[in-house]
């Protein structure tokens, strides 16, 4: 029979031996160093950018940013309604290396699938349409893709900061930088450990495109199903990165400064939305990962109990209440003054290890220590976001960006249904300037 002692020290180690063994992990890990003659360059890739507006000022400056890298070539995959905004967009801001192509129904699976048969070079990286790449990034990206066994590429993520924020942008842009901070953090120690990470985010993502073009990708990634019931059209990166590991495929995560994105996130009420969608997303796909596919289990048992578990398993309120509680149960025999001491260190690690990970932001934002309350009240509120994602794994809705839920009913379609709608998948066209 387990005592409260057996429990707590138990529980203690489980949530707080991740932690210790990631901060050595995060320390040790490097980047896959550029090589000395590498075979492949820029020219041998061609960004593909979903779009929904086609055109505005923060895709222009995406587009002139990914310019500098000088890839092959741009695909910007838009939507019919938005193709002549964006083909102006192209003409008029002199963008000759930029193709445009388009789809019926805005979506970013059918918009990835309707591009990926255009482009002709080796390596496809796709980009969301309000990052910001460093000049210094393709060959980061492109050093790990020179071993064949490399199936696909992450890079280091920041939050691009408003110039001169109000309170409360302040307070939003800081929950999101510490949202990608905390996931760049998960990222390069479990890369370190045992090659495994949460997802290559698709803000930024390398891939061959020969594993793109595979007709059995392109069937899965288009039918994909979920719980049996709905054909999921959402969560795109999700399912590249579970290809990619269930084909036997290596990913790496480029940590590195010369290899860092910049991207928004929203900064008003809205983030609470996104967070919803994420963690909606994280619940689908880790659930797929752990139950269905089980091979992380084999191949990357660390990040497994590291990432994956923790969304069952992480519930901050719940945790701390009950690490507390059953110390007062166990040390309720001690002296008085033990006790004190006792719970002083329990809060106390507590307390740090709630921003132990997130050192490098307050190294390089020394201010937001200010609001280190905000964040730790805000991962307690957290725990009713993932609870009530949970109960709605059903829903995709953006919610947070204007046009973005045009297309939410071909996110998740009744199975009964799907043989209908993915006639539409070939009701797409190209343009080629």
Known sequence: MFSCHHVFILLFLYRYVRLAVNLVAFCLHRPIPLP??????????????????????????????????????????????????????????????????????????????????EVRTEITIFADDDVTWPSTLLPWMLAPLEDEQYGGVGTNQRLRRADRPNLQQRIWGYLGALYLERRNFDCASCMFIDGGLPCLSGRTVAYRTSILRDESFTYQFTHEEWLGQYQLNADDDNFITRWLISHGKKISYQHHKQAEVLTTLEDNPKFLKQCLRWSRSNWRSNITSMFCDGHIWRCQPWSAYAVYLTTVSHWAVLWDFLLIYLYFDMAGSWPRESQELGLVVLVGWIFLSKFLKLLGHYIRHPIDFLLLPVSILFGYFHGLIKGYAMLSLNVTAWGSREGADDDDAYRMIRVSQKHQEALEFRNVVCYTQ
């Open 36 to 117: 000395e003659n590498p075979r492949l360059t820029s020219q041998d890739v061609t960004v593909v950018i979903p779009s929904l507006q086609g055109d505005g000022g923060e895709l222009w400056e995406t587009i002139r940013s990914i310019l500098a890298t000088e890839p092959h070539e741009i695909i910007l995959a838009t939507v019919e309604a938005q193709e002549q905004r964006a083909r102006k967009m192209a003409k008029e801001s002199n963008f000759s290396k930029v193709r445009i192509c388009s789809v019926s129904q805005p979506n970013k699976r059918r918009q990835m699938v309707r591009a990926i048969p």
